[in-house]
């Protein structure tokens, strides 16, 4: 019997290790490991070299603080700033080990083998010191968990998101021993998957859900992980009590419920959706998790396949705010969304799943590292002539570092994968296949997308009869895709997936030849509203402007550093196109004697100073502003557009130049920016603003300075009810009643700042305090403005 378990951990462990289902492994798509994958020389082989670099930067000691502190050993290193010490202790620390994983499995580096190893020791060290299982870095995590055991919540309230933090470090100790080897690993991550198991045992369902109303990432993943590794049917059930189920519901039943919401925080609960359908055959769970993935891809992304504005997912039928914002779609949702879609694609194998992954990898997660220091983007902008900001290695430890370090050590990941013998070729990046188990080594050798063609040699150990599939892009032109077989001409048939299958006697020296003609496109922001992006095949083009007032290119260790502060630019004076078509990739013209991938739309773009500008691969854009996506107005609406452009202006970037520091109440991010602090309050959403309102009061720590004059407060116009005080740092600055005699539109008042409460100038407490018996206004928009 004993023998038996064992044998069938070691199957689970497979599985999870190919990344295939427990259920018709066979019959389904299977990836093969990091380590069967080698890239050559390529734009991904050197942002894998980069990020290697990056990583070595970081010293495992400092990453350790925060989990020595918290199981009352001594630390060996002062712990990183920034997120790493304003409550977000260790989560760094968590991706980190995954990060290192890939890399010694991805490229077998040995330095990477031997930090990973010894930051499993000091965290099994910590462990024991706990004495209960638990390790993590959650500062004063032993008196919250404490507190949550029984059902209090209060405390964990207050802490920044811990089960999040917590599930960085699950998943880092899943990778250090799927991925790294490393024995310890595993014996830590079940222990801590033993301790969560304990540590909810007590909760209701009700107060199980009400803790899941904090964002917690993918906890309901890492747990149905450790159902796969150990065969133990209690970690399974631990994921589905750890499902959301103010999420999954309107999921599974095909509802779209998504606007407004903080994007990232659901994303990889949905990555659990489909992890638990995956271990547990649930068909609602996978329904929600692909319904989830159309809703957001088809009606939420932009052409680079990122997504969101603030971090929050927009209304489907208005970008506006993203166009506005200098906070644009964020880099940890796109690597999330790389995740789900490997394993839709794995589970259902469509060609939309690869074709967005594809267009996922090369726009915006190829593009989120800087080429030569490796730092890492947090938002990228949309805004017209806008910019963005990189980490440095020793002073930002935002969630888009960690995940950051974690995106370009797996780029190997689904390059190839394999329905039992028949191969197939998912992506086209010159790199090295060595399926071991099969004796087959596939070399593919590609300038794409600088080419548009690649080519695949075998070598084989016996030669063999098998099917090769060849992915067939939606992105080709509607003429000249071919294959040759040594340079003879073939026949092919497409397979329902959008795959030519190659049936053939296979040798070794066997050459197959795949010509890839790229389209060139635009694509229209998903509201459909007038601006476009241009496209040459997956490839998206951005033009830089100019590299003036790039404020915090590389950012420091402050609260918000990783959000580019220099002006943002007015519409009316960026680049404008005029066209009676809404086909404007035709419009598009290669730039003779300027290399590959370079083009130019001069013959659409209005003025004369803006008509010199190249469009070149946005992952080739750094150290710039750029236009990203273009106005397009029709030649004779010209000044009608530029009205419009001015009045977008009017409501956003005049109200953004004059502000020292921005809350937006209710937005999760902004107020975890802030220490927001409330009683008695609720949030919630109306004609797409976030709001926040309270029966005792609520409060954010702000940003100041000596050019700060007023206090700006955005209400809507017609709100009556609201009674409430300002105070600014125990200063009362104004009572406030509304009667609802203003406008039927959001309206920003400004109220006087006086100098003794100026005096203290780094920043600004702003309190809103309710009347008693009373509530205070919906407060859609804090300001301190000069």
Same mark, same amino acid.
């Given at each position: 019997?004993?023998?038996?378990?064992?044998?069938?951990?070691?199957?689970?462990?497979?599985?999870?290790?190919?990344?295939?289902?427990?259920?018709?492994?066979?019959?389904?798509?299977?990836?093969?490991?990091?380590?069967?994958?080698?890239?050559?020389?390529?734009?991904?082989?050197?942002?894998?070299?980069?990020?290697?670099?990056?990583?070595?930067?970081?010293?495992?000691?400092?990453?350790?603080?925060?989990?020595?502190?918290?199981?009352?050993?001594?630390?060996?290193?002062?712990?990183?700033?920034?997120?790493?010490?304003?409550?977000?202790?260790?989560?760094?620390?968590?991706?980190?080990?995954?990060?290192?994983?890939?890399?010694?499995?991805?490229?077998?580096?040995?330095?990477?083998?031997?930090?990973?190893?010894?930051?499993?020791?000091?965290?099994?060290?910590?462990?024991?010191?706990?004495?209960?299982?638990?390790?993590?870095?959650?500062?004063?995590?032993?008196?919250?968990?404490?507190?949550?055991?029984?059902?209090?919540?209060?405390?964990?309230?207050?802490?920044?998101?811990?089960?999040?933090?917590?599930?960085?470090?699950?998943?880092?100790?899943?990778?250090?021993?799927?991925?790294?080897?490393?024995?310890?690993?595993?014996?830590?991550?079940?222990?801590?998957?033993?301790?969560?198991?304990?540590?909810?045992?007590?909760?209701?369902?009700?107060?199980?859900?009400?803790?899941?109303?904090?964002?917690?990432?993918?906890?309901?993943?890492?747990?149905?992980?450790?159902?796969?590794?150990?065969?133990?049917?209690?970690?399974?059930?631990?994921?589905?009590?750890?499902?959301?189920?103010?999420?999954?519901?309107?999921?599974?039943?095909?509802?779209?419920?998504?606007?407004?919401?903080?994007?990232?925080?659901?994303?990889?609960?949905?990555?659990?959706?489909?992890?638990?359908?995956?271990?547990?055959?649930?068909?609602?769970?996978?329904?929600?998790?692909?319904?989830?993935?159309?809703?957001?891809?088809?009606?939420?992304?932009?052409?680079?396949?990122?997504?969101?504005?603030?971090?929050?997912?927009?209304?489907?039928?208005?970008?506006?705010?993203?166009?506005?914002?200098?906070?644009?779609?964020?880099?940890?949702?796109?690597?999330?969304?790389?995740? =789900? #879609?490997?394993? /839709?694609?794995?589970?259902?194998?469509?060609?939309? %799943? *690869?074709?967005?992954? +594809?267009? &996922?990898?090369?726009?915006?997660?190829?593009?989120?590292?800087?080429?030569?220091?490796?730092?890492?983007?947090?938002?990228?902008?949309?805004?017209?002539?806008?910019?963005?900001?990189?980490?440095?290695?020793?002073?930002?430890?935002?969630?888009?570092?960690?995940?950051?370090?974690?995106?370009?050590?797996?780029?190997?990941?689904?390059?190839?994968?394999?329905?039992?013998?028949?191969?197939?070729?998912?992506?086209?990046?010159?790199?090295?296949?060595?399926?071991?188990?099969?004796?087959?080594?596939?070399?593919?050798?590609?300038?794409?997308?600088?080419?548009?063609?690649?080519? =695949? #040699?075998?070598? /084989?150990?016996?030669?063999?009869?098998?099917?090769? %599939? *060849?992915?067939?892009? +939606?992105? &080709?032109?509607?003429?000249?895709?071919?294959?040759?077989?040594?340079?003879?001409?073939?026949?092919?048939?497409?397979?329902?997936?959008?795959?030519?299958?190659?049936?053939?006697?296979?040798?070794?020296?066997?050459?197959?030849?795949?010509?890839?003609?790229?389209?060139?496109?635009?694509?229209?922001?998903?509201?459909?509203?007038?601006?476009?992006?241009?496209?040459?095949?997956?490839?998206?083009?951005?033009?830089?402007?100019?590299?003036?007032?790039?404020?915090?290119?590389?950012?420091?260790?402050?609260?918000?550093?990783?959000?580019?502060?220099?002006?943002?630019?007015?519409?009316? #004076?960026?680049? /404008?196109?005029?066209?009676?078509?809404?086909?404007?990739?035709?419009?598009?013209?290669?730039?003779?004697?300027?290399?590959?991938?370079?083009?130019?739309?001069?013959?659409?773009?209005?003025?004369?100073?803006?008509?010199?500008?190249?469009?070149?691969?946005?992952?080739?854009?750094?150290?710039?502003?750029?236009?990203?996506?273009?106005?397009?107005?029709?030649?004779?609406?010209?000044?009608?557009?530029?009205?419009?452009?001015?009045?977008?202006?009017?409501?956003?970037?005049?109200?953004?130049?004059?502000?020292?520091?921005?809350?937006?109440?209710?937005?999760?991010?902004?107020?975890?920016?802030?220490?927001?602090?409330?009683?008695?309050?609720?949030?919630?959403?109306?004609?797409?603003?976030?709001?926040?309102?309270?029966?005792?009061?609520?409060?954010?720590?702000?940003?100041?300075?000596?050019?700060?004059?007023?206090?700006?407060?955005?209400?809507?116009?017609?709100?009556?009810?609201?009674?409430?005080?300002?105070?600014?740092?125990?200063?009362?600055?104004?009572?406030?009643?509304?009667?609802?005699?203003?406008?039927?539109?959001?309206?920003?008042?400004?109220?006087?700042?006086?100098?003794?409460?100026?005096?203290?100038?780094?920043?600004?407490?702003?309190?809103?305090?309710?009347?008693?018996?009373?509530?205070?206004?919906?407060?859609?928009?804090?300001?301190?403005?000069?």
């Amino acid at each position: 019997m004993k023998n038996k378990t064992i044998a069938t951990i070691k199957i689970l462990t497979v599985l999870i290790l190919s990344g295939s289902s427990l259920y018709g492994q066979q019959s389904k798509m299977q990836l093969f490991k990091l380590g069967n994958v080698r890239l050559l020389e390529s734009p991904f082989k050197q942002a894998e070299q980069v990020d290697l670099n990056y990583i070595l930067k970081m010293e495992p000691d400092r990453l350790l603080a925060p989990y020595l502190r918290e199981a009352g050993l001594v630390p060996k290193a002062k712990s990183y700033s920034n997120w790493e010490n304003s409550g977000l202790d260790g989560h760094t620390g968590g991706h980190y080990l995954t990060a290192l994983a890939q890399m010694y499995a991805s490229i077998g580096n040995m330095e990477c083998k031997r930090r990973l190893d010894y930051m499993v020791n000091e965290l099994a060290r910590c462990q024991e010191s706990n004495g209960n299982g638990y390790v993590g870095g959650v500062p004063g995590g032993n008196k919250m968990w404490a507190q949550v055991k029984t059902g209090d919540l209060s405390d964990f309230n207050k802490k920044w998101v811990p089960w999040y933090n917590l599930h960085k470090l699950y998943a880092g100790l899943r990778d250090a021993y799927l991925l790294g080897g490393n024995a310890k690993a595993k014996e830590v991550f079940i222990k801590l998957c033993d301790w969560a198991d304990g540590e909810v045992a007590g909760l209701n369902t009700d107060q199980m859900q009400r803790m899941l109303d904090t964002e917690h990432g993918g906890v309901n993943e890492v747990f149905a992980d450790a159902y796969a590794i150990t065969g133990d049917k209690k970690y399974l059930t631990l994921a589905e009590k750890f499902s959301h189920k103010a999420i999954l519901a309107p999921l599974e039943q095909h509802e779209d419920k998504l606007s407004g919401l903080h994007a990232n925080t659901q994303i990889p609960k949905v990555i659990g959706f489909e992890r638990i359908a995956e271990l547990g055959n649930d068909t609602s769970f996978s329904s929600a998790a692909k319904f989830f993935w159309n809703t957001v891809v088809n009606k939420r992304t932009i052409s680079i396949g990122g997504n969101s504005v603030r971090e929050h997912f927009n209304p489907v039928n208005n970008f506006a705010t993203m166009l506005e914002s200098e906070q644009g779609p964020e880099t940890c949702n796109s690597n999330n969304m790389l995740k =789900l #879609s490997k394993m /839709l694609f794995v589970d259902d194998t469509r060609l939309a %799943y *690869i074709d967005f992954y +594809e267009r &996922l990898l090369y726009n915006h997660i190829l593009s989120s590292q800087h080429p030569v220091t490796g730092g890492f983007v947090y938002f990228t902008p949309i805004h017209p002539q806008h910019y963005r900001v990189y980490s440095t290695a020793d002073q930002s430890f935002w969630c888009c570092v960690g995940t950051g370090i974690e995106n370009h050590g797996k780029y190997g990941e689904l390059i190839y994968s394999h329905k039992g013998d028949d191969l197939y070729v998912n992506l086209f990046i010159p790199s090295v296949l060595n399926w071991k188990e099969k004796g087959i080594e596939v070399t593919q050798r590609t300038k794409f997308p600088e080419a548009e063609n690649t080519s =695949l #040699s075998l070598k /084989l150990s016996r030669p063999g009869k098998f099917a090769i %599939y *060849i992915r067939k892009p +939606e992105w &080709l032109r509607h003429r000249g895709f071919a294959i040759t077989i040594n340079n003879q001409s073939v026949t092919f048939s497409e397979s329902a997936e959008g795959y030519v299958k190659l049936m053939h006697a296979w040798k070794t020296g066997d050459r197959i030849t795949v010509s890839l003609p790229m389209k060139n496109s635009v694509e229209y922001l998903p509201d459909n509203s007038a601006w476009v992006s241009f496209l040459h095949g997956p490839i998206v083009l951005a033009a830089p402007t100019d590299t003036t007032q790039l404020t915090g290119l590389f950012a420091d260790d402050s609260r918000w550093g990783h959000i580019a502060g220099g002006p943002l630019y007015p519409l009316p #004076s960026s680049p /404008l196109l005029a066209s009676n078509s809404r086909d404007l990739g035709t419009a598009i013209k290669a730039t003779a004697g300027t290399g590959p991938l370079t083009y130019q739309i001069s013959d659409l773009i209005v003025q004369p100073n803006f008509k010199s500008l190249k469009l070149i691969p946005f992952y080739k854009v750094h150290d710039s502003r750029y236009m990203l996506y273009w106005p397009v107005a029709k030649p004779d609406s010209i000044q009608q557009k530029e009205q419009e452009l001015a009045s977008l202006d009017e409501r956003y970037i005049k109200l953004a130049a004059r502000s020292v520091d921005a809350v937006a109440p209710g937005e999760q991010q902004p107020e975890n920016d802030h220490g927001m602090i409330a009683e008695k309050s609720e949030t919630g959403i109306f004609r797409n603003m976030h709001w926040r309102s309270s029966a005792g009061f609520f409060s954010y720590r702000m940003r100041s300075n000596p050019t700060v004059k007023t206090l700006g407060i955005t209400y809507y116009g017609k709100e009556s009810g609201g009674e409430f005080d300002i105070y600014l740092n125990d200063f009362k600055l104004t009572h406030v009643s509304l009667d609802g005699t203003g406008p039927d539109t959001f309206i920003t008042k400004e109220y006087t700042i006086s100098e003794s409460v100026k005096a203290n100038a780094g920043s600004i407490l702003v309190k809103f305090v309710a009347t008693p018996g009373n509530k205070t206004a919906a407060i859609y928009g804090v300001r301190l403005m000069r």
